[in-house]
């Protein structure tokens, strides 16, 4: 099934076009990265991916419905960009953990002690066992993101959506991080959808790159996607990118070898 | 001392105030976690021109402020949310006009009167027995209804976007909060005033959070702190021939500051 189908999409905002004519199709249980420069539309696709932005024209179709659809469905989990949750917010681990199921729960009912139980598995299998009573607040960037991925994950979605993950987590803390969904998506069976500007990071980890920056410029491969033309294209000018994968031999700068 | 309860003003005074702190207790929580305190105040005396409305119509001047508050709230969350201004900006500006409609219409109108400080400042002699009556119920009432999407206001408090993705309705979550927080400033006016109101609206919760980091907790005892304020506000008042919405308002800001300096205190 697809999971995502993306046809002429177009949205403006304010009269000004952040997204233009954009089609992508993405397939169930794949990993696809959106990489792009700051301002190139890459959070906006991603909300009009789940309904909070409306199309200026074209359409969203997730898992075959509309974006509203979906959220009736619990086909998303998401991970917005950097939370700012402030140090004092009166919320445990494990109650962040549980907030993914309170829509299902329906008016006036709290998570059961079978609930609290399920959400406590999550945290152990997210690596987070031990901390269910510990301030979300007083948890470091990586494992308030880990909390983050469990809370998406209690609702079994079909669908992960995660916005600059990386952002506020150092390198380490990244790579293990991406590791982590990586496992998740094949274990799950997950569809991911994941923006990132680290393009040498991401490309390591995701199936596909879609490389946005008003238009999609490339979609396909990682590999494709370091090509100096894309890059350019995507970025205005020329970059180094800085690969972590097995794709390079010890983190070398790839672009000399993409120029032959 | 228990003399207090014997007279009518005084028990309409505590029961008014009872209700009130107990539903107050429970919003401030979200407003303090919500940061939209300066929304709290700025409604609270958007309401004096609701006020001065009514007396020019010659209708309940109560009603016609609980109306025009409603309407200054869902204004500014309106003008806000589409991004063409920031949110206290359009506080400000609602705030200051609605004060300025008030003191030119009060002008206005025939009868000369009308008790401006009591609007203000509060005056529990005022509240007569329709009102005490008015104020149980519409805050017990409410206070239900909180209970009821109070799960759902705690997961839009934590973070909006992601209680949307995850099938919140929180236009409704949303408008049944600021519809509450009008109608606890429409309740607390000849209680503590229009100008000291938003004491009860954000203290009590600041205190609880100072207390604690759990969230049922923190509902609890922001709960607690506004019932015992109002309460022993009120006995000092009486006691001591104070100003009941200050003493109040008094009692609350020390409470707030032992929170305080207990909670700085233990972190050194």
Not at chain 1, 26 to 42: A, M, Y
Not at chain 2, 38 to 57: E, N, P, R, T
Not at chain 2, 117 to 122: A, C, K, P, R, S
Not at chain 2, 200 to 225: D, E, N, Y
């Amino acid at each position: 099934m697809r999971a995502a189908e993306i046809e002429n999409l177009t949205v403006a905002i304010n009269g000004r076009e952040i997204l233009k004519d954009i089609n992508l199709h993405l397939e169930e249980g794949r990993f696809l990265g959106i990489v792009g420069p700051n301002g190139s539309g890459k959070t906006t696709i991603l909300r009009a991916i789940i309904g909070i932005i409306k199309p200026t024209s074209g359409s969203v179709k997730i898992f075959e419905t509309s974006p509203i659809g979906a959220i009736n469905k619990n086909i998303f989990g998401y991970l917005p960009q950097s939370q700012k949750i402030e140090i004092n917010f009166p919320a445990r681990a494990i109650d962040v953990v549980l907030m993914g199921i309170y829509s299902r729960l329906g008016l006036f009912r709290w998570p059961s002690r079978k609930d609290i139980t399920i959400a406590g598995e999550m945290l152990s299998m997210i690596g987070m066992s031990g901390y269910e009573n510990e301030p979300f607040g007083n948890l470091s960037g990586g494992q308030q993101q880990r909390v983050s991925i469990a809370r998406a994950l209690i609702n079994n979605p079909k669908l992960l959506i995660l916005d600059e993950p990386s952002t506020g987590i150092d390198v380490v803390g990244q790579e293990d991080f991406y590791h982590l969904l990586k496992g998740l998506q094949k274990k799950l069976n997950l569809t991911i959808i994941m923006v990132s500007h680290d393009i040498g990071t991401v490309t390591s980890y995701v199936d596909e790159i879609a490389c946005l920056n008003k238009i999609l410029h490339y979609h396909g491969s990682p590999v494709g996607a370091l090509n100096d033309a894309v890059i350019k294209e995507l970025y205005g000018k020329h970059v180094d990118i800085m690969m972590h994968t097995e794709l390079c031999e010890k983190c070398e700068r790839l672009h000399s070898k993409q120029r032959h | 001392m228990f003399e207090i309860f014997s007279y009518g003003f005084m028990q309409r005074a505590l029961l008014t105030g009872m209700a009130l702190s107990i539903f107050c207790g429970i919003i401030s929580v979200f407003i303090v976690l919500r940061r939209v305190a300066f929304l709290g105040s700025g409604i609270s005396h958007a309401a004096f021109g609701g006020v001065s409305i009514g007396f020019l119509l010659g209708i309940n001047p109560l009603l016609a402020a609980f109306v025009y508050s409603i309407v200054v709230a869902f204004g500014i969350e309106q003008i806000s949310s589409r991004g063409r201004l920031a949110e206290d900006t359009a506080i400000g500006i609602f705030f200051s006009s609605s004060m300025a409609l008030g003191i030119v219409l009060i002008g206005l109108s025939s009868s000369y009167n009308i008790d401006l400080f009591g609007y203000l400042f509060g005056s529990i002699l005022a509240i007569t027995n329709e009102d005490a009556m008015t104020a149980l119920l519409t805050t017990l009432f409410l206070t239900a209804v909180i209970f009821v999407i109070m799960k759902e206001l705690y997961f839009i408090t934590f973070n909006e976007e992601l209680a949307f993705v995850s099938g919140i309705k929180i236009r409704l979550i949303k408008s049944v909060f600021l519809l509450s927080m009008a109608i606890a400033i429409v309740v607390g006016i000849k209680l503590v005033g229009i100008i000291l109101i938003s004491a009860l609206l954000v203290i009590p919760g600041a205190a609880a959070q100072m207390l604690t980091k759990r969230f049922h907790r923190m509902v609890f005892l922001s709960c607690l702190i506004s019932l015992f304020s109002t309460i022993s506000g009120i006995a000092i008042s009486y006691r001591f021939n104070l100003a009941p919405g200050g003493s109040i308002v008094l009692m609350l800001s020390l409470i707030f500051f032992i929170a305080f300096f207990y909670k700085t205190r233990l972190k050194i």
